[in-house]
């Protein structure tokens, strides 16, 4: 079992769906985060999460609206997607925002690919 | 400008080269850097992180940071076709979480 698991693993929807991507991390973290991967694009970060309280938000369009309801799950709820939004989707998590040694390297699931139709 | 530059390959080998891939990066308060090894269908798996200049060592896998160039790169050595991935660097500021990456360099090790 992979330390951070991620469901659905593909995802098609129609731009008047709603949907849900699920994380869950099974390594104790506190921090988990979701970023965007496209083709030929660095990571973009989307949002970061400490303790289950959001620390950080890219400007990241209205229609993608996260959760974390405790330190071990997050979720990306989709609402009015465009085909511009079709990626791969990654949730990660880190041990802490600020570990004692400074930054904690991120754990990454293998992602949601997701397709607006 | 972006933050952190990688050329994108791909970079074709054969089996038992030494590879070397590069990443540059713009901000000089970038203090932590993190190599990542993705293969096709699958998350980025994390090779190597450190927050200081030098060198870092572990196995096959050798990385090196030049804070006077802004300059950080993954050797590997006696390569396989199974190092065959794409390769993500990363960097941020020291004490905290937000890390900015490269577009991947794809590399091919050919038996």
């Known amino acids: 079992e992979t330390g951070v698991t991620q469901t659905p693993r593909h995802l098609v929807m129609g731009m008047t769906n709603k949907k849900s991507l699920k994380c869950e991390q099974h390594?104790?973290?506190?921090?988990m985060y979701w970023y965007k991967q496209s083709a030929k694009k660095p990571l973009e970060l989307m949002f970061v999460?400490?303790?289950?309280?959001?620390?950080e938000n890219n400007s990241v369009p209205s229609r993608f609206s996260p959760e974390c309801p405790n330190s071990s799950h997050l979720f990306l709820h989709l609402h009015t997607l465009q085909p511009e939004d079709s990626a791969l989707y990654l949730c990660?998590?880190?041990?802490?925002?600020?570990?004692?040694?400074?930054?904690?390297?991120?754990?990454f699931g293998n992602g949601t690919r997701l397709t607006v139709t | 400008q972006k933050e952190v530059e990688q050329d994108p390959g791909p970079l074709s080998v054969p089996e038992g080269a030494i590879v070397s891939l590069n990443c540059t990066y713009s901000?000089?308060?970038?203090?932590?850097f993190m190599w990542y090894r993705q293969y096709s269908r699958k998350g980025p798996e994390l090779l190597m992180y450190?927050?200081?200049?030098g060198n870092k060592e572990d196995g096959r896998f050798t990385a090196q940071v030049d804070k006077s160039s802004k300059y950080i790169s993954l050797f590997i050595r006696d390569s396989q076709p199974s190092d065959s991935a794409t390769y993500l660097c990363?960097?941020?500021?020291?004490?905290?979480?937000?890390?900015?990456f490269g577009s991947g360099t794809k590399l091919n090790v050919k038996p």
């Open positions: 990660a998590s880190s041990q802490d925002l600020v570990g004692l040694e400074g930054n904690s390297p991120l754990h």
């Open positions: 390594l104790g973290h506190n921090a």
């Open positions: 999460y400490s303790l289950e309280e959001r620390v």
């Open positions: 901000n000089s308060a970038f203090q932590y």
């Open positions: 450190t927050y200081s200049s």
């Open positions: 990363a960097s941020g500021p020291y004490n905290f979480n937000k890390f900015y």
